[in-house]
């Protein structure tokens, strides 16, 4: 697109959607948000959603994937997707529990613990993107209002 004072080309505005300002303000943010970290974690070796697993995992290895599953506010499918991506890429290993054969444990192998430092510097680049234009109190602002909006979308979780 030309700007037609300069004729230099620009991005193009994002279109606003008035009647529902915050709503489609989110959409925006999450989705560029996506974009940029699909793109950090494909240097990294992964797909979006794999390093909040292996995050969980650094935490607190051998889990159990329904645990991941709570901790992540994702549902089971999602989960075992991801889980069965990151065992075939030889990242978490897969065993049943002991004391209950019915639970599946995730923990990280070694090529996983190995991963922390690389999806740590794609984490921190995004935070510095996200961040940059934002000053201090706009950041304690933002973290305030996300936390708040949670759990509000916690209560939706049942439509």
């Known amino acids: ?84 991506r990151l065992e075939d890429a030889g990242l978490v290993a897969c065993s049943r529990s002991e004391e209950d054969k019915r639970v599946t444990l995730v923990s990280l192998t070694q090529a996983g613990r190995d991963m922390e430092s690389g999806v740590t510097q794609a984490w921190s680049r995004m935070e510095e993107m996200t961040i940059e234009n934002l000053n201090e109190e706009e950041k304690v602002q933002f973290v305030a209002l996300a936390k708040k909006n949670r759990r509000c979308a916690g209560r939706l979780n049942g439509i």
């Open 1 to 84: 697109m030309k700007n037609s004072n300069n004729n230099e080309a620009t991005e193009p505005e994002i279109m606003e959607v008035a009647e529902f300002p915050v709503s489609f303000s989110i959409f925006s943010l999450a989705r560029s948000h996506h974009r940029v970290a699909g793109q950090l974690l494909r240097e990294a070796g992964l797909y979006p959603g794999q390093e909040l697993v292996l995050m969980q995992l650094w935490q607190q290895d051998s889990q159990p994937q329904s645990s991941l599953t709570r901790a992540l506010r994702l549902d089971h499918s999602t989960i075992a997707k991801s889980v069965r």
